[in-house]
C-alpha cells in the first residue's frame, strides 16, 4: 500500500484522498485552511456530499489532515494536486494555487506528482519545466484528471467510467495506475497533453449536450412539441443516450462554466476560435433568465411581486452555489423590483443573495407569494403539501425550472403551471397580430 498525501481538502481531494484511504493506502490530507483542517481531525466534512461522512469515520486509522507541507511530505511517495483552479478576469484558469504548491516543495524531493485539478492543456509541460529547473527532477509527473459529479462523487470515486492516466513516463503512468488497484474501470493510459483534453473536451461535451437539448426544449414551446418525450425518444437511442439530456435552467457549478471557458480561451489563444462552445455558452446565459419573461407572462410588471425560489444549490444533493443559475436568477428579478424569498434544504446563499429573504422550508417561502420557481430538482419538493401551499399563495403560478414536478398533478391542483418547453405551456397565450416570437418571454 501506498504513501500518498492530497494537496486541498476541498470536493476533488476529500472525496480522493478518503477514496484511496478506503482502497487502503495511507493517506495524509492538506489544507492551507486551519478551520477546514481541524473540523477534518474533528470528523467533520466542510461541505454536503452524502456518504463521504461514512468513508471518514470508516478509515480514521489510515488518515491524517494537517496545514504543514513537512508533515504533508513526509514519506510521501505520490503528491496529487487538487487545488482549485477557478477562471480569471479574462475566464482563463487561475492556476496561483497549484503554483504554490510546487513552488513549496523542497528541492531533491522524490516521488509522483499526480494532477488531479482541472488544467488548461500545457500545463504538465509547464510543470515539469519548474520541477527540473527547481532540481525536482526526481519527481515525476502525471495527469490524472477527476470526473467526479457532486451529489454522486463517492459513488463516482469507487465505479468510475474510467480513469485516465496521462504520463511523460511510463514507469510513473504504471505506478499511478496501480494506486487504483480495486477499482473495476477501463483505464487510458496516454501522454499529458490528452489526458489534460480529456478532462476539458468531456466536461465542455456534457455542457454542449445540456444547451442543445435546452435549444430543442425552447423550439418544442413555439411548435407544441413536449420535451419530455422528444428527449426520452432521443435518449433511447444508443448512440445518443438519455444522460445530460434534461432541459432546464442551465448548467452551473465549479466545473461545467469554467472548463467551457478554458477550453474556448485554450483554442483561441492557440489561434482557434472554436464557434460551438460560444453558442453553447450563450444559450445556458440566456436559458438562466428564461423562467423570468414566464414569470412576467403571468404577473406582468414584477415589481413589489413576492417570488419564491425552491432551490439555490447549482443541482440536488449539493451545497455547493458556485455559479448556480439561482443566482443569477435572483438577481434579475431583483432588478425587476421583484421580492425574492428563497428556499434549499442545505445550500446557504446569504452571503451571496443581498436582498432576498430566506425562508427555512418551501411552504413557509410559498406563503403569500405570487409566483415560485423550481430552480433546483431537490426530491423534498415532491413532498410538499401542493393543495396547502395553493391556499397559501397569492397567485398559484409556478414555473418549473427542471420539469421537476408532475404538470398534470399540478395543473389538476388548479396551479398555473409551466415547465421548460413541455406542452400546453401556452394555452392562456391572448389572441393577437404580433408575430409568435414577439410574443415569447426570453
Ligand atoms: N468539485 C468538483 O465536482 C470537481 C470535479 C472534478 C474536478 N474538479 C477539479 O478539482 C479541482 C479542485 O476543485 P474543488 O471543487 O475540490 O475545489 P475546492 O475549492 O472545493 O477545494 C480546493 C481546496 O484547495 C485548498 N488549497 C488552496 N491552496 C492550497 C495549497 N497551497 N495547499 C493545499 N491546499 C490548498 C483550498 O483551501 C480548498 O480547500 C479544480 O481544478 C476542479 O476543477 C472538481
Redesign the pocket.
Known sequence: MARITM?????????TGLGFAELGHEVVV????TD?IEGLRAGRI??FEPGLDELLARNRERLSFTTS?AK?IDAAEFLFV?????PTYSGD?NLS?VW??ID?LPPGLRGVLVM????PVGTGEKVRATLDARGLAGIGYVSC??????GT?VRDFMEPDRIVIGSFDDADGEAVEALHEGLDAPVVRTDVYSAEMV?LASNSFLATRISFINEIANVCELVGADIESVARGMGLDKRIGSRYLRAGIGYG???FP??ISFLKLLAGNSGYNFQLLNAVIQVNELQMRRPVGKLQKHLGNLRDKRVALLGLAFKANTD?L?EAPSIVLASRLLAEGAQVVAWDPVADARGLLHGAEFAPTALDALRDADAAVVVTEWPELHEVPWAEAKALMRTPVVVDGRNHLDAATMRSLGFQYEGMGRSAVFPELPETEEPVERRLPL
Open positions: 494537496f486541498g481538502a476541498g470536493y476533488a481531494g476529500l472525496v492538506r489544507d492551507v485552511l477546514r466542510p461541505f507541507m504533508a487538487c487545488v482549485g483552479t477557478p484558469a494555487a504554490s504548491v513549496e488531479k485539478s482541472t488544467v484528471p477527476e470526473f467526479l459529479a457532486e462523487a478532462k457549478g465549479s466545473c469554467k472548463d455547493d458556485r
